[in-house]
C-alpha cells in the first residue's frame, strides 16, 4: 500500500467525485430511502426478451461474428445509418447535413459532450448553458476548467432573449466574447427542467449569436426528443433551422436513456467535418471504438421494430408514473404553499420551484429532513451555473414504481410542511 | 453543410487521425491485400456460444434485468472482484493492494490508460517508455502534448539499465526531471517487440528511479499476460515487486483482447487511492461507466469457467497461427538477407529487425512494394518514441487464417529479396 503524494496535472486538481454520488452514498446507508434523486429509467420495462432474441439471433445467423470482434471508432455503419435517418425522419427535412459519415458513435452522448468540449475548450474558456442544465455536464465543464455561463430566464422560467442580448454586451465590454466557444442547448424536455425549445426560440438565438459577431458551435443536446409521451414536441433539430446554417453544429443523441442504459450506446451528429474528424481523433484516443457488441445489439432492435416498440412501451410507463407523483404532490397541495412545477409532456423528471429564499442545497436543513423522512432528490442548485438559486428540486420519476411514488412524494410533502 | 473556421483547443489542434487508420485505409482501398497490420485477434475463435448461452442464462435468470440498467462508475462489483483475486492468483501473492476497492472497469484498457495521463501529466510532461513502445499509446500521449522519452535499449534489445542510469542523469543535468510524471512498461509479450520483463529487470528500474529521486507512478501494462502459448511468464505485476512498495502503482489489464474485443472491456487496479478516485472522477465526466451488459457477460463468463476455455482455446490457436507465420519466414531464409526476430512465447505479433539503413516507414520504397505485392504491416518506427530507428517491422498473425498467414509472409519475403 503506497501513498507518496503525487503532483497531479491540472484535471487531477480539478478532479472532485461527482456530486451525485454523494446524494447516491446518502440514499445506500439509508436503506429506506425511497430515492426520486438519480435519473434511472424503468427497470421493470427493460427490453430483457428483445435484447435476448438479438442475441441469439446474432449468433446463430451463420455469418462471420464480426459483432464481437472490434469495430471502427466511428461506429458501427448500420447503425450510423439509423441515426441518420431517423434525425432527417423527425426532422421532416433532407439535407447532406444527416450524412451517416457525420454520426460518430459513442459511449452514451456522455463522452460526445465530453469530446466536443476537449476540442472545442481550452481551460478558461467559456460555454453558454440554460438556466438550469444538466447537472453532470456542468461537472463535466468544471473538470476541462471550462467555465459555464448562464443565459438568463424570464419570469415564466423561459430563455430570455433580451436578457441573453444584454449578458452578451456585458461579456463583450468585459472582453470575455473571446473566450466564448461554444452555446449548449437540451431542446426537448430538457434535464432537469423539462422544458423545450420551439423553433423560432432556437432561431432567436441564432439571430442573437450572430448580432453579437458570436459564430460558435452549437451544441444541441437530444438526450430525452423521443421520450415525450403522446407526441413529439413539435420542433426540428438545429439541423433543419435556416438561422444555423451558417453556424458549425452539433446534435448529441442517445440509445441508452430510450432503449436500455446498461448498454451505453449514444451518438453526435455534426456538419463540420473537421471538428467531427478531431473528435474522432481524440476518441481514438479514449477508446478506438465503443463496444461494438452494443451497437449490433441496438442496430438490430432497431431494424426489426424492437427499439420503437420499446419507446412506445416506456412513453407510456413514464407518462403514468409522471401523473402519479405529479397527482400525489397535487393532493399534497404543495402549490398552496407557494411550490409549482409545469406538467411534463416528456422526459423523466418534475422540476419543483419552492418558495423564495427556501434552501434545497444539501447543505441544508431541509435536504437533511428530507433523508429523515426517507426521500431523496437532486437539490437544484446543482443544476445552475454560478448565480445559482436555491429553491429548486429535482425528482426523477424513472425508477420507481407507483406505489413508491405515492410514498415519496407523500414524505417530501411532509418535509415541505416542515418548511412551510 | 456548414464550415465556418473554429478556434480549437490546444487538444483539438493536437488531434490528429491515428495513423494505423492510413495503414487500414491502405488494405481498404486494395482488396487483395493481406493485412499484417491491424492487431485484430482471431474473429473464427470468438467465443459466439458463450456469449449467446450466458445473454439467454441473464435473460432467464428470474432477477431484476440489472444488467441492463446504469452501472457505476467503477463497473460491477463481481467483475472487479474476480480482477482483484485473478491478478492476485497469477502473481501468487497476497496483499490489500489488490482489493476489489482498488479496481475501476473501463472501455477497454486503453480508456484507463487515457484517464491516467489525464490527471498525470500536464502538456509538456514526460513519460518514460520502452523502446519500443505501443504505437497506440504514443499517439495518445501526443495528443495530450506528452512528450513520451524512450529507454535506451542494448544490443540484445533489452531494456538498458545504464542507458536508463544515464538518461535521467542527462535529463537532470538538464532540469527535465521535474516533468516526469511516471513510467510505462507493458511486461509480458510486449505489443510490438514480444519482450517480456523479469522480476529482476523490474526491480533494477524501480532502485534506479528511486536513486534518481523518481518516486514515479508505475504503469504496468498486462494486455498480453494471459495470452502465453504454453506457460505464464515467470514474473509477477509490480503489486508483488518489494523493490515497488514506496511508489504508486497502476496495473492495466484487458478483457477485449483475450476474449472478445467486440465486448470493449477492460481495467486498472490502482495501489493510490488518490490517484484512482482521481481517474474515476475524471470517468465520470467521460461516460460515468461503462456498458454494464458487457461487464456482465465477461462476469459469467469467468464465473462459469467460459473464460478461461476461451483463454486456452486462443493460446493454442494463436501459437498455431505465430508458427506457421515464422516458419514461412524462415523458410523463405530471411534471416540470411540480414532480417532478424525473437520467436515469441505469447502475444500477437512477430517483430521484425531489418538491416541497418532499410526504411520500411510508411514514405519508403519498401511500404509502397509491399502494398504492391499484397502485404500489410505496421512500420516499426511507428512505435518509438522519438529517436527512431526505421528498420524494424510489426505483423500481427492474430486474424489471418494459416493458408494466409502462409501467403503474407511470402509476399513479403518477395518484397525483402527486392531490397536485399
Known sequence: MSSPSIPFSRIGQWAEPPVISEVMKVALENKHLLSLAAGFTDTEALPVKAVRDISVALATSGKPPQYLQYGTTLGRPGLRKFVSKRLSQFDQHQSPDYHPDHVMLTN??????YLAMQVLCDPGDILLVESPSYFVFLELLKGLGIEAVGIPINEDDELDSKGLISLLEDMKAKGMDKRVKGIYLESWFSNPSTRCLTNEKKAEVAHILRDAGLMIPILEDGAYQELYFEEPFPSTSVFAIDAFDAFP????????????????AGFAICDHPELLSKMASVKGHHDFGSSNYSQAIIEHAIEQGDYDAQLKRGRKRYQLKMEVLHRTLVEEELQKMGWSWQKPDGGLYLWLKGPEGLDTSMDGAFFENAVKEGVLYVPGNLCFAPGVPKNYTRLSYGVLEADDLVKAGKRLAKVIRQFN
Open 108 to 113: 452514451g452522448s456522455q463522452q460526445a459532450l
Open 249 to 264: 453544429r452539433l446534435f448529441f443523441g442517445t440509445f441508452t436513456k430510450s432503449f436500455a442504459t446498461g448498454l451505453k
